[in-house]
């Protein structure tokens, strides 16, 4: 199995960026997608999820409504589109796949396949 994260960079705050992340070597249209994010110091943190089928998303408090997670099950991709970045949002992004269940999941040990991550830094 395969995930490989794209489109990480520097941004000013209040800019956006695309996150991709390309799965193979799984039945990609039977997993949740998720994100993650880990900053120095810190715990990996959920970002959002979206369940097989599309159909279903989540997402914390402290993005929803400036991140959305969407997936194309013919390219096997997953992507996370991120507006009005901030600083602290600042971190390695991470996406997984993860067992396929309602309500979606939204902890790491969940999702037994990784990326290696993107960088996502966000200048004030």
């Known amino acids: 199995v395969q995930l490989v994260e794209s489109g990480g960079g520097l941004v000013q705050a209040g800019g956006s960026l695309r996150l991709s992340c390309a799965a193979s070597?799984?039945?990609?249209?039977?997993?949740?997608m998720g994100w993650f994010r880990q900053a120095p110091g810190k715990e990996r943190e959920f970002v959002a999820a979206?369940?097989?089928?599309?159909?279903?998303?989540s997402y914390p408090d402290s993005v929803k409504g400036r991140f959305t997670i969407s997936r194309d099950n013919v390219k096997n991709t997953v992507y996370l589109q991120m507006n009005s970045l901030k600083p602290e949002d600042t971190a390695s992004y991470y996406c997984?796949?993860?067992?396929?269940?309602?309500?979606?999941?939204?902890?790491?040990?969940?999702?037994?396949?990784w990326g290696q991550g993107t960088q996502v830094t966000v200048s004030s």
């Open positions: 070597g799984l039945t990609f249209s039977s997993y949740t």
């Open positions: 997984a796949a993860g067992d396929n269940t309602r309500p979606i999941v939204v902890v790491p040990n969940r999702y037994p396949y």
């Open positions: 979206i369940t097989w089928s599309g159909g279903s998303t």
